[in-house]
């Protein structure tokens, strides 16, 4: 396979890098959804936002679920993380990733409970259920947002580490998700 393609030791290849700035993308427009259906939930902005947020919260399922697994088939080739700092990092990024496959997998399960049909990205995924399962759509009322929010805060927290580590400890950090295969 091309090498541009592939995660090393100095960066991330070309797959990688898209995958990271399109869920990133669609972490942002989440975020602006939810905020918006919480500060104004019946303007006609939130509608447009939270329209797509059902079908996006799919999406990012299965990019994560398609990133982790593609993460594992470079974990060999990728930057190593041999300081402590390094370590907690690879755990925030577990922490992440489990969050981005939890929440939309809670949301799931409760539009599962829900008597309404539910369709994601024009797809109908399933059919209302017959009498509405409570602990089903009391699961995703309880943890879905809690957990959304929690996702939101860590990457909030990727985010500041990132430019921390570019502009404070100049380290070279966002160029390995930038510009991957261009670095020694």
Not at 35 to 44: C, K, Q, R, S, T
Not at 82 to 105: D, F, N, Q, S
Not at 119 to 142: D, H, K, V, Y
Request: net charge neutral; charged share 15%; with cysteine.
């Amino acid at each position: 396979m091309d090498t541009r393609m592939m995660d090393h030791d100095h960066g991330y290849g070309l797959v990688s890098r898209f995958f990271h700035w399109f869920m990133a993308l669609l972490l942002l427009w989440q975020l602006i959804s939810a905020a918006l259906h919480f500060a104004f939930d019946e303007a006609p902005v939130t509608d447009f936002f939270f329209g797509f947020h059902f079908s996006n919260g799919v999406l990012l399922l299965c990019l994560a679920l398609l990133r982790g697994i593609w993460g594992l088939l470079n974990l060999s080739r990728r930057p190593p993380h041999r300081r402590g700092i390094e370590r907690l990092a690879a755990l925030g990024h577990v922490l992440i990733y489990l969050l981005m496959i939890a929440v939309p997998t809670i949301a799931l399960i409760r539009a599962y409970g829900s008597d309404h049909p539910f369709s994601a990205l024009g797809m109908p995924l399933f059919a209302g259920q017959a009498t509405e399962i409570e602990w089903m759509t009391n699961l995703g009322g309880q943890w879905h947002g809690l957990l959304g929010w929690g996702l939101f805060a860590l990457v909030a927290g990727h985010i500041a580490m990132a430019l921390v580590h570019t502009h404070v400890w100049k380290e070279p950090l966002i160029r390995r998700m930038t510009r991957g295969s261009d670095l020694p």
